[in-house]
């Protein structure tokens, strides 16, 4: 993204859009850091420059994955798939993804608000929980930047793009899950930006959520609020 | 995605907060599903949601018209409403099972008042996706009040300056809590951010 310094007429309105502050004024003009851009597209989507001077520029390899990650609109061509990750748990009643005995993890790095996030700080943690031996979820976009999936290393060339978020996501069988959380409160203290963990879980016959309970024993209470998928999807 | 997953509503509000999600499973049952989805629309808009869009085309507080929406919404299209109430995201759910379109719903709220709902009319939870909160370095992190409302937009794109701002100009009297709600809404482009919640906010903070 980039804000053309011969319209621009330094009014500021672009400024408060930007997640990452990115935008800074220079001379009373208002321009972007690329380094913090995450091209997310927050700006131009406002609306708010009076003379068109903010446009998107054409990106490569490796700078398009700020995109694809931080743009809600933007679409992962190989899932067809909007956002930063997969339709997880949304669509399991017609996936069958995550099975009973299974649990999934969303480990959603950047979020909330912290900033922008490098990709190197999403490798610290991937890099870790593939010591766990758990199952990245292949289609996922930050899966497709591994480049290998037995250990969650990222690819050396995608290590310093930033991004608003990444979402990691994998799925281990239940009895794992307390392990995955204990880890992810062990790693907290290495990583410079902040992780909202979601966990996965069928709900049984009764009404009972068995990763919950299992959470809940260990001394991971689940907050109140979340999502629950109804039994209404089908393949006709 | 897991947009409206982890939000933070942490600061006594009036006013519930639900979302429901209706899209199709990409590779399964997304041929034709556009026009399912039209259907899905329709039916929530006749429940007053206090939000609406297709996260793809954008939604009522981003400058897009039901009618516009409906004309271009795709086999792809998540179509998201935002409720304040469960009386309404009850006749949402309602009409949804009634018209029997076979595309996947997901309902994000508190569990114990969204599961009351679902057994009330007869539906059931299939898969949960449970929040544990935030973990890492939690001094990055905006005060409550912030997050209460950036939260709201799982994708970040509500930010805090532009929240921050908003507060300011409501203790200004430059616009009222509720035309702030209203704009701050306009970068959410799923319409799962909820502009009476986000008003609710700017009140209390700034009175």
Known sequence: ?236 | MTHTLHRRLEVEIKGEDFIILCMATQGYNDKGAGEKLKKVYKLVASTNPDNLADDNLGGRFTGRTDQEILENMLDRAYVGAAYTDRSRLKDALEKIKTADLGMSVVVTGNYSAAFSVLKEIGLKPHTVNMSLGVFGKKELLPQKEILAVSTMCGHGMVTKQRIENMIEDVKQKQCSAQDGGEKLASTCTCGIFNPKLAAEMLKQTTE
């Not at chain 1, 991004?163 to 995955?180: D, G, H, M, R, Y």
């Not at chain 1, 902040?194 to 907050?223: H, K, M, N, T």
């Not at chain 1, 109140?224 to 109804?230: A, E, I, R, S, V």
């Open chain 1, 1 to 236: 993204m980039i804000i053309d310094g011969d319209l621009c007429t330094g009014c500021e309105a672009c400024c408060e859009y930007c997640p990452v502050n990115a935008i800074g004024m220079d001379a009373d003009l208002a321009y972007i850091d690329l380094e913090l851009c995450t091209e997310c597209n927050n700006c131009l989507r406002a609306d708010v420059c009076p003379t068109d001077a903010i446009f998107q520029n054409e990106i490569a390899w490796p700078r398009s994955i700020r995109n694809i990650f931080s743009d809600p609109i933007s679409v992962f061509k190989e899932t067809g798939v909007s956002g930063r990750g997969t339709e997880e748990s949304k669509t399991n009643d017609v996936t069958h993804r995550f099975k009973k005995g299974e649990v999934g993890f969303s480990i959603d790095v950047g979020r909330p608000n912290a900033g922008g996030v490098k990709l190197r700080e999403v490798d610290k943690i991937s890099r870790e929980i593939a010591k766990l031996g758990v199952s990245f979820d292949p289609d996922n976009p930050l899966t497709y930047l591994m480049a290998d999936t037995k250990t969650g290393k990222l690819k050396e060339d995608v290590l310093d793009e930033f991004v608003v978020s990444a979402i990691i996501e994998f799925k281990t069988p239940l009895t794992q899950c307390v392990e995955i959380v204990k880890t992810l409160e062990e790693i907290s203290d290495r990583v410079n930006t902040v992780f909202s963990v979601g966990v996965i879980s069928r709900v049984e016959e009764d009404w009972s959520i068995p990763a919950q309970i299992a959470l809940q024993d260990a001394g991971f209470p689940v907050r109140p609020q979340g999502k629950t998928t109804l039994n209404l999807g089908r393949c006709d």
